[in-house]
């Protein structure tokens, strides 16, 4: 009876160990600060002052998103931050081909304004549940790893991010022909 449950396991291991490679090798690689919790930073240099760069954000905000004054607790121009608390949905896509909602994550976008560049931090990704669920669990080290969920996150951090540096850069300006 051993001698049965041995091979058994040892023929399923192999199995269940290359699945778990399989989950930690499609995880993206999200970049971690030095506490490691999910913290995607851009630092983008724009040839204004920080005055202008502040109203082309607002500008922004008030673009992509629906209320946007309710999404911006902070909008203070002495200190030159703005601070965006939105939060976006989870999908998964069920063998019949349906995509159902697994889920909303909460983060927080944090922009500063200095002449000549400014720095978008996007922090503090929770998954909205009954209780707070950190991010960071979806980890290939964290308890239940979720690549699906993770590779959401990322595409969706990289997509805001890839938006807000082309809405700060400056308006076209068009010169009136003459004739």
């Excluded at 999910?38 to 922004?60: M, S, T």
């Excluded at 203070?76 to 081909?97: A, P, Q, W, Y």
């Excluded at 996150?153 to 022909?177: C, N, T």
Aim: proline share 6%; with cysteine; charged share 30%.
């Amino acid at each position: 009876m051993k001698k049965n449950i041995i091979i058994l396991i040892s023929i399923i291991a192999p199995f269940i160990l290359s699945a778990q490679t399989e989950l930690a090798s499609t995880a993206p690689a999200v970049p971690l600060d030095e506490e490691g919790q999910i913290r995607y930073i851009e630092l983008v240099k724009e040839d204004a002052n920080a005055k202008d760069l502040f109203k082309r954000c607002v500008k922004w905000v008030n673009e992509s998103y629906k209320n946007p004054t309710t999404v911006t607790p902070t909008r203070d121009m002495v200190n030159k931050k703005i601070v965006v608390r939105h939060s976006f949905r989870l999908s998964t896509t069920l063998e019949s081909g349906t995509t159902r909602s697994t889920g909303e994550v909460m983060y927080d976008l944090i922009i500063r304004f200095k002449d000549g560049r400014y720095r978008a931090e996007m922090t503090n990704f929770i998954l909205k549940k009954t209780s707070k669920f950190p991010a960071e669990n979806w980890l290939p080290t964290g308890t239940k790893p979720n690549p699906g969920n993770l590779q959401q996150l990322d595409h969706f951090a990289k997509e805001l991010l890839s938006s807000l540096k082309e809405g700060m850069k400056p308006a076209k300006e068009y010169q009136e022909e003459e004739w």
